[in-house]
């Protein structure tokens, strides 16, 4: 083989990053929702999630789906990452911040060991200077905070580098803005709109007859989702009072408590909100789910009452009512439900809880505007896989060594497919033959039971008439008195 064979790339790589290692929701839905979409436009190709500490720190809502650890900043690691893949999406989510101090909780750590991490810095800086052969692209994220002047330059002097830049909203824009960006920013709906496309129906509903099973969830009833953080435990009274009207008087439901986010403590808003709802029937999902299980809850539930914004986001791709329960007044939950169109479905306090869900519950669903947003996020995914096949092209990449991958895979295949018709022909071929043998020796046990039968009956016919006929004898009629007095003086000894 050739040098120039030798260096040919015939399968592409794009790493995402992201907190996909704690255990929260729509973290976990990130790298799902990008592999699925990438493999759907680049077949074969690979996507690498890597988050701060990865396999480092476990978590139990990953599935599986378990992210490689950037590890500590250094200009080292970040050359290797520049080497290891084709493109480097960040995000989603809101991890456009200097704010690394936030997570320190979350992490199970300091701030000080997560200061040499530096999350924000990789989030933020990317891949610095390797990005002039390196692209990278901010996926869809989010700005929580108003950056500072320090922190403003490096977002500006990020941005400047960047051939394609995308956030997830207006606000996320306008703080962009203030740090001077001028360039074109693409503004793209957040990424979950598209997790209809993560499992199959079938699946979902499998996944909800286990939560049923195992007394997670109603069988008989409707459920009403319900689901906040720590922050909403001390409004947990006033919130079971509205729930309760609701159930009274708006929806025919049980209250499931559900928790999409663990690491922020919605296990004590649960605990909370359970202890004032006694005479309610009440179901509990455990915390760390699965994203797969949390999305059958949400499918097959009545609605949701929510402060996550990705549950809020999958009641709303399957059609569901929806109340984004918003009680520290955040301009990402606000961004949202409008977004999604129904301002008045965000409750601040609640007052204002009762109302959004009335409006929820007496409105149909928006499909069409749920085709807007998919198809927005669709555009972002057809840039970016643009992106990679340039990159992966100008990196070695060999278009011509790619289709003639495929085709040796699609032989491959071939081959796999027609070995498993003949081991299908043949186990069937087995199949048949070890029935063919189980029937005769059933035959064969039949006959023998048959025989054994027949047998003990021909003997018994036989031994009754013998019994007869020895009845008929003069001999046994005569010895009958003698017999008798014997009995009697035998009884009589004993």
Request: aromatic share 8%; net charge negative; charged share 30%.
């Amino acid at each position: 083989m050739s040098n120039s064979q030798d260096t040919t790339r015939p399968v592409g790589t794009v790493a995402v990053w992201g907190t996909f290692d704690l255990d929260n929701f729509g973290d976990h839905l990130f790298p799902r929702v990008t592999e699925h979409e990438i493999t759907r436009r680049l077949a074969g190709w690979r996507v690498r999630p890597y988050s701060p500490y990865g396999h480092e720190h476990p978590c139990r809502m990953d599935g599986g789906f378990v992210a490689d650890s950037l590890g500590d900043w250094s200009p080292r690691r970040v050359a290797e990452l520049s080497t290891e893949v084709d493109l480097t999406l960040i995000g989603g989510g809101e991890i456009i911040h200097f704010r690394d101090d936030l997570l320190a909780d979350a992490y199970h750590t300091t701030a000080e060991a997560l200061a040499a991490r530096a999350p924000s810095r990789y989030f933020v800086d990317g891949l610095g200077a390797y990005e002039a052969e390196h692209p990278v692209v901010w996926n869809a994220v989010g700005i929580p905070f108003v950056p500072s002047a320090e922190h403003a330059g490096m977002i500006k002097d990020a941005t400047a580098r960047r051939e394609y830049v995308a956030v997830r909203d207006e606000l996320s824009l306008e703080r962009l803005r203030a740090c001077g960006v001028e360039r074109d920013v693409a503004v793209v709906p957040d990424l979950g709109f598209l997790l209809d496309r993560l499992v199959e129906p079938a699946v979902l509903e499998e996944r909800l007859r286990y939560l049923r099973f195992m007394g997670w969830y109603p069988t008989d009833r409707p459920a009403l989702i319900v689901q906040a953080n720590r922050s909403a435990v001390h409004r947990a009274a006033d919130i079971a009072k509205v729930l309760d009207w609701t159930l009274a008087e708006a929806v025919n439901a049980d209250v499931v408590l559900l928790e999409t986010g663990p690491c922020h403590g919605d296990d004590r808003f649960a605990d909370a909100l359970a202890a004032r709802l006694p005479h309610r029937t009440v179901y509990r999902m455990p915390g760390g789910q699965p994203p797969e299980d949390i999305l059958a809850a949400i499918k097959g539930s009545a609605g949701v009452v929510a402060m996550s914004f990705h549950a809020n986001i999958a009641a709303f791709v399957f059609g569901k009512p929806w109340v984004v329960l918003d009680l520290s007044d955040q301009s990402k939950l606000r961004a949202l439900a409008e977004t999604m169109g129904a301002p008045d479905q965000r409750a601040v306090d609640p007052d204002t809880l009762a109302n959004a869900i009335r409006a929820a519950f007496g409105r149909e669903a928006d499909p069409e505007r749920l085709r807007r947003l998919q198809a927005a996020v669709d555009a972002h995914f057809d840039r970016v896989a643009e992106l990679a096949l340039a990159s992966w092209e100008k990196r070695g990449g060999d278009p011509a060594a790619r289709i003639a991958e495929l085709a040796r895979e699609n032989e491959l295949l071939r081959r796999a497919y027609r070995q498993l018709r003949k081991r299908q022909a043949a186990e069937r071929v087995a199949l048949v033959e070890r029935l063919e043998q189980a029937e005769n020796e059933r035959d064969d046990v039949h006959v023998q039971w048959r025989a054994a039968i027949d047998e003990l009956t021909a003997r018994y016919e036989h031994d009754s008439r013998e019994l007869a006929a020895l009845r008929g004898t003069k001999l046994l009629r005569w010895s009958d008195p003698l017999r008798s007095v014997y009995g009697r003086v035998r009884k009589a000894g004993s």
